[in-house]
């Protein structure tokens, strides 16, 4: 069945270290993948998508590539900050405009001063 | 983007008793959902909101349990009806974009003793 593989968490890294979060799916097709950033206490946001093969999103200093052959779209941050600490969750469109929006489990990422 | 505003953000709630959120959002859109997240959890999707027409349910969900209203193309309720602690989450509306992007409203906090 579809599904996203999301690596566990908690992660913790020191400010201004490198970050990667490994994510992957499995779907017929070539859903649109994005990536949703929880802040503590709030809601969903939209960090980045990309909707086909080797695009890349981006966005504060957050990047990730749709790799097709490998079915990922790994998260990575060059640098992070304390305030990036949040919960991750890579998500992908099956589908199509009527299909469902499919969840990973989340990571927990906190960053220490 | 979109803005997507939740009421009220948060409850506390006695079992047995039922509450209604409700979303609204800035522009009109054909897509909107109800998702539920579980303290530490990913999202669950509980319905598709449809203007003019019963609401879709996913599995594990009932009109009976979660009764979901969308008179018009920006404006969604969800009720949470007969609470008992298991339903202490958080919602969150959602709408989807003619551009396939799914943004989330701020989540309304629901505690149930």
């Known amino acids: 069945g579809n599904s996203v593989t999301q690596m566990e968490g908690p992660v913790t890294l020191s400010e201004e270290a490198f970050l990667t979060i490994n994510c992957t799916y499995t779907?017929?097709?070539?859903?649109?993948l994005f990536w949703y950033v929880q802040y503590p206490g709030e809601g969903l946001q939209l960090l980045l998508k990309?909707?086909?093969?080797?695009d890349k999103g981006s966005n504060k200093g957050f990047e990730a590539t749709y790799r097709k052959e490998t079915t990922s779209f790994h998260l990575e941050k060059g640098s992070v900050q304390v305030s990036d600490s949040a919960v991750y969750f890579c998500?992908?469109?099956?589908?199509?405009?009527?299909?469902?929006?499919?969840f990973g489990k989340g990571t927990k990422l906190s960053v220490k001063p | 983007s979109a803005v997507i505003s939740q009421k009220p953000s948060r409850d506390i709630c006695q079992r047995g008793t039922s509450l209604t959120i409700q979303c609204q959002v800035d522009?009109?859109?054909?897509?909107m959902f109800w998702y539920r997240q579980q303290p530490g959890q990913s999202l669950t999707l509980i319905a598709t909101?449809?203007?003019?027409?019963?609401?879709?349910?996913e599995s594990g969900f009932v009109i009976d349990k979660f009764p979901i209203s969308r008179p018009n193309l920006t404006f969604s309720t969800l009720t949470v009806s007969n609470m008992s602690p298991e339903d202490s989450s958080i919602y969150l509306c959602?709408?989807?974009?003619?551009?396939?992007?799914?943004?989330f409203g701020p989540g309304t906090r629901l505690t149930v003793l």
């Open positions: 998500a992908f469109l099956y589908g199509g405009s009527q299909g469902n929006l499919i």
């Open positions: 779907a017929t097709g070539y859903p649109s």
């Open positions: 990309a909707t086909k093969a080797d």
């Open positions: 522009s009109q859109v054909t897509m």
């Open positions: 909101a449809n203007q003019g027409s019963e609401a879709t349910y």
């Open positions: 959602s709408l989807r974009t003619v551009a396939d992007t799914q943004y």
